[in-house]
């Protein structure tokens, strides 16, 4: 292991930033396993396994095309999984 004198700050940063990303991914698999519908989609008085799966399919696809809809007038792109 390095000491912290011989680590470049990209290193630190690179560090830092997969230090976030497992964080992030425990977060998230904690908010599915509480109210998995609420956690890819949130919406006022839907949370607490309030949703119905056919309401939740119709409104997830409307912010989905909406979402693709921006990312291509913007020339980005979209990344989901």
Known sequence: ?????NISIRELLSYSY????KELGKHWEE??????FCAILSHPG???G????DDFFSRS???LDSAIMKA????S???FG
Do not use: H, Y
């Open 1 to 5: 292991m390095n000491s912290i004198e």
């Open 18 to 21: 997969a230090t976030q990303l």
């Open 31 to 36: 908010f599915a396993c509480m109210d998995p």
């Open 46 to 48: 839907k949370d607490g």
């Open 50 to 53: 309030r949703w119905d799966i």
């Open 61 to 63: 696809e409307s912010v």
């Open 72 to 75: 291509s007038q913007r020339d």
């Open 77 to 79: 792109a979209l990344d």
